[in-house]
């Protein structure tokens, strides 16, 4: 990430709203992501998270250091995940599904929200030259653009992804195609990162997902 805006032309001063609202969206997007799953854990029962004071939304508590100077480093990077308790759950397999996936449907909903605020607002700040203009130009970007990569790519079912908790959540225990993921997901992840097929579906359904986000609000035109 930061290595692609210091050669691209940018003046230091769009650089640095950039790079703000870059951050600022990360620290929003993650810490909305990891309150969802410990929230919805908490609901079911379970009071890890709060004895762990992750039910809060202070970015501080969910924020992994070295994850998050990847993401601003490399554009690629982690959150601390929640640590949840399932023996309290009364129903196991719906409810560990629900929380599986409450922080990828909580990234769905920001992007869908930012979506309409861009829809409306962006062509109306997107050439002004006022720092503050520009800064909200990219923090609205990266609100929309980041929160739809984090509910795209946590879906894939593959360990330690969302996806992959929904996916061993409503399967047999002692699954061994579950097993084979939880052993070598790293590695196969790591695989479908660098493989050109994932970034053109990747972007296949990101398109579709703007697609349908402004069909929506252009409803209201």
Not at 41 to 60: A, E, Q, V
Not at 62 to 83: E, Q, R, S, T, Y
Not at 141 to 154: A, D, E, G, H, R
């Amino acid at each position: 990430m930061l290595y692609q805006i210091i050669g691209s032309g940018l003046s230091f001063l769009e650089i640095l709203a950039l790079m703000l609202g870059y951050m600022l969206a990360l620290l929003f997007s993650f810490s909305l992501h990891e309150f969802a799953h410990a929230f919805t854990s908490i609901k079911f029962g379970d009071p890890t998270p709060r004895l762990m004071g992750r039910l809060t939304l202070n970015p501080l508590k969910h924020i992994d250091p070295v994850g998050f100077l990847c993401l601003i480093f490399f554009g690629f990077g982690w959150a601390k995940p929640v640590a949840i308790n399932p023996i309290f759950y009364k129903h196991y397999k719906r409810d560990m599904s629900i929380v599986s996936l409450a922080g990828v449907f909580m990234n769905l909903i920001l992007a869908f929200v930012f979506s309409g605020v861009w829809f409306f607002v962006g062509s109306k700040i997107i050439a002004q030259t006022n720092m503050f203009m520009v800064f909200l130009k990219y923090f609205l970007y990266f609100m929309l653009s980041l929160n739809l990569s984090l509910f795209v790519f946590n879906l894939i079912p593959i360990y330690p992804l969302d996806g992959f908790n929904f996916l061993k959540a409503i399967t047999p225990a002692g699954n061994k195609f579950i097993t084979f993921l939880q052993k070598y997901g790293t590695i196969i992840l790591f695989v479908i990162l660098v493989t050109p097929l994932f970034d053109i579906a990747y972007n296949y359904v990101v398109n579709g997902l703007i697609w349908v986000f402004n069909s929506f609000w252009g409803l209201f035109l």
